[in-house]
Antibody, heavy 115, light 106 residues
């Protein structure tokens, strides 16, 4: 059974760095892309970036300067790090398995950026 | 960047109604389009991919059509459990989502 689960802090202070882990099961990270998507009150659903099955990454230009995606295949985990957080980054962050469209999603993690 | 525009933003319909939601791309995306259903407090769920292919496990009352810039998703007979927000997404060039259509019961 394909599963993805995001874990991360609920609250982050402005200017700080957000770190979220996506733990997957039921498939191999070396066979699928993993995407990161967020949903904010201001902009709705936004594609953030992804890591390919081979390990290379691509980022939405909107986030490119402050976003990093990496993985540990031995732990079936993908990591999102985004720095210089602002209050507008408040929202739900999802990881998803991708083959063109996003066929399986994690439950999401709510992140609030506030002092 | 490719923009996706959905209409209407809110639709009220009755159980048993045939419901059609619309999605327009700012340029030709061929059939690189997916539809997702998001219920309150849940993650989006893939319904349709490649514009008209039904994802495994999705009821056959859902269907998708279109190509190029204009797409639709149709629910042939609306059920109470279909109350949700529906999003389209293009994956021809990067990935972009529409703003969503909120479907409620009349």
């Amino acid at each position: 059974q394909v599963q993805l689960k995001e874990t991360g802090p609920g609250l982050v202070q402005p200017t700080q760095t957000l770190s979220i882990t996506c733990t997957v099961s039921g498939f191999s990270l070396t066979s699928y892309y993993i995407q990161w998507i967020r949903q904010t009150p201001g902009k709705g659903l936004e594609w953030m970036g992804f890591i390919r099955s081979g390990g290379s990454t691509e980022y939405n230009s909107e986030f490119k300067s402050r976003l990093s995606i990496s993985r540990d295949t031995s732990k079936n985990q993908v990591f999102l790090k985004m720095n210089s957080l602002k209050t507008e980054d408040t929202g739900v962050y999802y990881c998803a398995r991708a083959a063109g469209s996003f066929d399986s999603w994690g439950q999401g993690v709510m992140v609030t950026v506030s002092s | 960047d490719i923009q996706m525009t959905q209409s209407p933003s809110l639709l009220s319909a009755s159980v048993g109604d045939r419901v059609t939601l619309n999605c327009k791309a700012s340029q030709n995306i061929y059939k690189n389009l997916a539809w997702y259903q998001q219920k309150l407090g849940e993650a989006p769920k893939l319904l349709i991919y490649n514009a008209n292919s039904l994802q495994t496990g999705i009821p056959s009352r859902f269907s998708g059509s279109g190509s190029g810039t204009d797409f639709t998703i149709t629910i042939s007979s609306l059920q109470p459990e279909d109350v949700a927000t529906y999003f389209c997404q293009q994956y021809y060039s990067g990935w972009t989502f529409g703003g969503g259509t909120k479907l409620e019961l009349k």
